[in-house]
T-cell receptor
Framework: ETGVTQSPTHLIKTRGQQVTLRCSSQ?????VSWYQQALGQGPQFIFQ???????GRGNFPPRFSGLQFPNYSSELNVNALELDDSALYLC??????????FGEGSWLTVV | DQQVKQNSPSLSVQEGRISILNCDYT??????FLWYKKYPAEGPTFLIS?????DKNEDGRFTVFLNKSAKHLSLHIVPSQPGDSAVYFC????????????FGPGTSLSVIP
């Protein structure tokens, strides 16, 4: 167990709605990354936060946004949900090293 | 543009034999390489890593080999066990500690008892 916890584990949303996913990083880890994993694919990098600042972003539109809080927990927000947003959303934390540790993920289904 | 490639979507191996999972990368700036294992309905679990200054790293039954000139790495599992059946992701990152980690599409390993 990595100590990274995510909530909710499963949720269903309607196209056009907004969703917020939450992540508590492993104790002491100051860096949080979010990934999207579609069926049959590897995790795709969305963005990374270090000490409450975004310090890297993948090829995702602006309707994907995030926050990191002073306790290093994090949120991923997705606005105007599309059917293709259905995926497993993974949060990973690290202490500034290259090795990242994942939570169990949040399964999002958009209908 | 897929920077980390795993060209075998699946692999079947007999229990007790060696499993060899391959990975190729295109970005010469990658400096650190990792392997993750994922069971269904769980998040990926870190398995083993290697820095570009090494060509081999071993941890129990798992060994990762890196060939920088060929931009190729492989994960060897010896001996393979049924519990090793999972999807294995190869991943890579740059030289700074805060570089993003890029993942390949994964190889599904089945170890047959």
């Amino acid at each position: 167990e990595t100590g990274v916890t995510q909530s909710p584990t499963h949720l269903i949303k309607t196209r056009g709605q907004q969703v917020t996913l939450r992540c508590s990083s492993q104790s002491g880890h100051n860096t949080v990354s979010w990934y999207q994993q579609a069926l049959g694919q590897g995790p795709q990098f969305i963005f990374q936060y270090y000490r409450e600042e975004e310090n890297g972003r993948g090829n995702f539109p602006p309707r994907f946004s995030g926050l990191q809080f002073p306790n290093y927990s994090s949120e991923l927000n997705v606005n105007a949900l599309e059917l293709d947003d259905s995926a497993l959303y993974l949060c990973a934390s690290s202490l500034g090293g290259n090795t990242i540790y994942f939570g169990e993920g949040s399964w999002l289904t958009v209908v | 543009d897929q920077q980390v490639k795993q060209n075998s979507p699946s692999l079947s191996v007999q229990e007790g034999r060696i499993s060899i999972l391959n990975c190729d990368y295109t970005n010469s700036m990658f400096d650190y390489f990792l392997w993750y294992k994922k069971y269904p309905a769980e998040g990926p679990t870190f398995l083993i890593s290697i820095s570009s200054i090494k060509d081999k790293n071993e941890d129990g039954r798992f060994t990762v080999f890196l060939n920088k000139s060929a931009k190729h790495l492989s994960l060897h599992i010896v001996p393979s066990q049924p519990g090793d059946s999972a999807v294995y992701f190869c991943a890579a990152s740059g030289e700074t500690s805060y570089d993003k980690v890029i993942f390949g599409p994964g190889t599904s390993l089945s170890v047959i008892p």
